[in-house]
């Protein structure tokens, strides 16, 4: 199975900020990757999917970029609804695994 | 509206069986391929099962296979989690995810979820 790994596992970050949040593959998966957000007691959501195309409807804030092994998510301006949990996923094969997490709280 | 709503979580003491299913509305449930995954308390996502629109391909996490079974109900527009030998490590929230293309297996469509708990 493919493992996947982000970084950092958490931080603290003000409304302003810009963001970057990676996510590593154990193996290449082309651009076989997504983007969720969750919020505490809610349903992940969408927001990239092709390591780069933004879901209809999220911000254009949200980028995301890579190929192979490596992506970043960035958010270019933080938003005070964009402190959440963000998952990263590869879907190149099944199992079809997501990263642990990285959790961006108020500073 | 195309939404997903998840029901049959309950409390299930352990080795016993339940059964999850998800009613989508606002779309045609056997047109798209589907998903369960579930969440622990405090963990994070982990992938469970799919299931191709034509239903000819079905995936399971190691974690589950043997004891889980999923399919679809094409007449009521539902998907379905058959889950059995449960044990304590299943407790978390169950969600069934929409997959919106024949070859990308990334998830569009969340329902809110359903929790097992099981425990003696």
């Known amino acids: 199975a493919i493992r996947m790994t982000q970084s950092p596992s958490s931080f603290s970050a003000s409304t302003g900020d810009r963001v970057t949040i990676t996510c590593r593959a154990s193996q290449g998966i082309s651009s076989y990757l997504a983007w969720y957000q969750q919020k505490p007691g809610k349903a992940p959501k969408l927001l990239i999917y092709a390591a780069s195309t933004l879901q209809s409807g999220v911000p254009s804030r949200f980028s995301g970029s890579g190929s192979g092994t490596d992506f970043t998510l960035t958010i270019s301006c933080l938003q005070s609804e964009d402190f959440a949990t963000y998952y990263c996923q590869q879907y190149y094969s099944y199992p079809f695994t997501f990263g642990p997490g990285t959790k961006v709280g108020v500073k | ?120």
């Open chain 2, 1 to 120: 509206e195309v939404q997903l709503v998840e029901s049959g979580g309950d409390l299930v003491q352990p080795g016993g069986s339940l059964r999850l299913s998800c009613a989508a509305s606002g779309f045609t449930l056997s047109g798209y391929s589907m998903n369960w995954v579930r969440q622990a308390p405090g963990k994070g996502l982990e992938w469970l099962s799919y299931i191709s629109s034509s239903t000819s391909t079905i995936y399971y996490a190691d974690s589950v296979k043997g004891r889980f079974t999923i399919s679809r109900d094409t007449a009521k527009n539902s998907l379905y989690l058959q889950m059995g030998s449960l044990r304590a490590e299943d407790t978390a929230v169950y969600y069934c995810a929409r997959v919106p293309t024949r070859t990308y297996y990334y998830m569009d469509v969340w329902g809110k979820g359903t929790t097992v708990t099981v425990s003696s």
